[in-house]
């Protein structure tokens, strides 16, 4: 028992040993490290101010769940606890909130934001298909590794006998490799997500224009505002063209019968005839039948008109959009920092194993040569 006890300190002493070796051997060096920092430094500054600036716009919703009822007693409010929702998906509505981000993220509803026109900071109106491909900078870098890929559509687009569709309309259900191509990018930019405790919707949209990046979080609520009021009260438009349509005839058909009526009474006003007595009796039943029927299918048609206002998704705005004042990105201090990090490891891995892997190499070259 004693024998491993001392083996384990003087194991432990080695290593103290190895790393005060290594150390030393890095402190002899710190002129060495401390120009591969600097350069490290340089590259990262120029990386950083390479980057463009990304300005970042968040919205909070507080939606109308449809068919919220309460379930469960007491495990509702355990799992509640917990950060789960059970009554989320105990709806009869098909796109809870939780579908939202899969609804944001779809080729339609990108499709359909590409065409909306955004106002910049520098007073021009752009739509966003013109403010990804006109307007958006990327870094140099980028554009440098992106010249042979453009060289090779650019050949391509010469000697291709197809002609190219109009980038102005964009059908969602078949995309050019191009219009794909902004789709994704768009759908890069936007963002959401859902708490599953309080159903919350935030939003998230990221463009290199500040002003744009509001008026383009505002869009997107708005139009989702719209996917959903049109969806949860689809039904209950339905019902109410149908119940306008029957009152637009019953109307109709008390109209004539009413005016029938009129005209029988005016052509035997004179008459004392039993015969004529019986048929305007008749014509006033009918009358009044078409009333009733006339009556009934307009208290429908209003029922109807309220089913669809019940119908209707209310939204708390929580957080407003409002025009970023300062970029979200790229941190140019996270940047210096991690570039400065990533040469202190190299210069260290550099000059404590450097050396051993020279002399090795150089070892086994002269080993071969015997």
Same mark, same amino acid.
């Given at each position: 028992?004693? +024998? ?27 002129? $060495? ?13 120029? &990386? ?84 990804? +491909? ?57 963002? !959401?997500?859902?708490?599953?405790? $309080? ?26 505002? +719209? ?25 109709? !058909? ?20 039993? !015969?004529?007595?019986?048929?305007? +009796?008749?014509?006033?039943? #009918? !009358? ?27 939204? $708390? ?5 409002? &025009? ?45 040569? #015997?």
């Amino acid at each position: 028992m004693e +024998e491993k006890l001392n083996e384990e300190a003087r194991h432990e002493e080695e290593q103290e040993i190895d790393l005060m070796e290594l150390a030393g051997q890095l402190w002899d060096k710190r002129r $060495t490290i401390l120009k591969w920092c600097l350069v490290g430094a340089v590259v990262g500054l120029i &990386v950083a101010f390479s980057i463009p600036r990304e300005y970042s716009t968040s919205v909070k919703l507080a939606p109308e769940i449809a068919g919220n009822k309460t379930g469960g007693g007491g495990l509702s409010s355990l799992a509640s606890l917990a950060g789960i929702n059970l009554n989320a998906g105990a709806t009869a509505d098909a796109v809870y909130p939780q579908l939202y981000p899969d609804v944001l993220s779809s080729a339609p509803f990108m499709v359909d934001i590409l065409g909306v026109s955004l106002p910049t900071k520098d007073g021009e109106v752009y739509t966003v298909n013109e403010i990804l +491909e006109d307007h958006t900078s990327s870094p140099w870098w980028g554009t440098v590794l992106g010249l042979p890929f453009k060289a090779i559509g650019a050949v391509r687009s010469l000697f291709s006998d197809k002609e190219e569709t109009s980038e102005d309309s964009i059908n969602a259900f078949q995309l050019t490799p191009k219009q794909d191509l902004k789709v994704q990018a768009l759908s890069k930019r936007i963002s !959401a997500s859902v708490d599953t405790k $309080t159903s919350v919707i935030t939003i998230g949209v990221m463009m290199q224009d500040p002003v744009a990046s509001a008026h383009l979080a505002d869009t997107v609520v708005t139009r989702l505002q +719209e996917y959903v009021t049109k969806y949860r009260t689809e039904k209950a438009r339905k019902d109410l063209d149908y119940a306008k349509r029957i009152n637009d005839e019953a109307r109709e !058909a008390y109209t004539e019968a009413q005016r029938t009526y009129a005209m029988a009474s005016d052509r035997n006003q004179s008459l004392s005839s039993k !015969a004529a007595s019986i048929e305007i +009796e008749r014509l006033q039943n #009918e !009358a009044s039948l078409a009333f009733n029927l006339y009556n009934t299918t307009a208290q429908q048609m209003q029922m109807a008109q309220a089913k669809v206002q019940e119908n209707t998704p209310v939204f $708390t705005v929580v957080q407003p959009a409002s &025009v970023p004042v300062k970029p979200s990105k790229p941190s140019k201090a996270m940047i210096l920092i991690g570039f400065v990090f990533l040469a202190f490891v190299a210069s260290a891995a550099y000059i404590l194993y450097f050396p051993k892997l020279k002399e090795s190499f150089v070892k086994a070259k002269e080993a071969k040569k #015997e």
